[in-house]
Nanobody
Framework: EVQFEESGGGLVQAGGSLRISCVGS????????IGWFRQVPGMESEGVVC???????YYQDSVKGRFTCSRDNSKNTVSLQMNSLKPEDTAVYYC???????????????WGQGTQVTVSS
């Protein structure tokens, strides 16, 4: 069973930093790109960053230069260092993976329970 466990969220003042992490299990972690998306109640989810198996990272424009994503495949862990946080970064952050079926006809997205990040102004 594919599972994620996110941790590290919290409350921080604008301009501050937080580091969130997620640990994945139930799949061959190193073989897959892992992404983070964030969700504000009542709004559509927003992709934040994606890191592939060899560490290439793709950031959403609004977080470029402020967020740094990394992974440790030996620990099945992806981390997101968030600096210069803004109130608009407030959301529940989820890590996710998309895994295709064996025949490639279907893809499934899995994510964890999320971790709350709150940035006060």
């Amino acid at each position: 069973e594919v599972q994620f466990e996110e941790s590290g969220g919290g409350l921080v003042q604008a301009g501050g930093s937080l580091r969130i992490s997620c640990v994945g299990s139930g799949f061959t972690f190193a073989d897959y790109a892992i992404g983070w998306f964030r969700q504000v109640p009542g709004m559509e989810s927003e992709g934040v960053v994606c890191i592939n198996g060899i560490g290439d990272v793709y950031y959403q424009d609004s977080v470029k230069g402020r967020f740094t994503c990394s992974r440790d495949n030996s620990k099945n862990t992806v981390s997101l260092q968030m600096n210069s946080l803004k109130p608009e970064d407030t959301a529940v952050y989820y890590c996710y993976v998309i895994i295709s079926s064996v025949d490639g006809s279907t893809a499934f997205q899995y994510w964890g329970q999320g971790t709350q990040v709150t940035v006060s102004s």
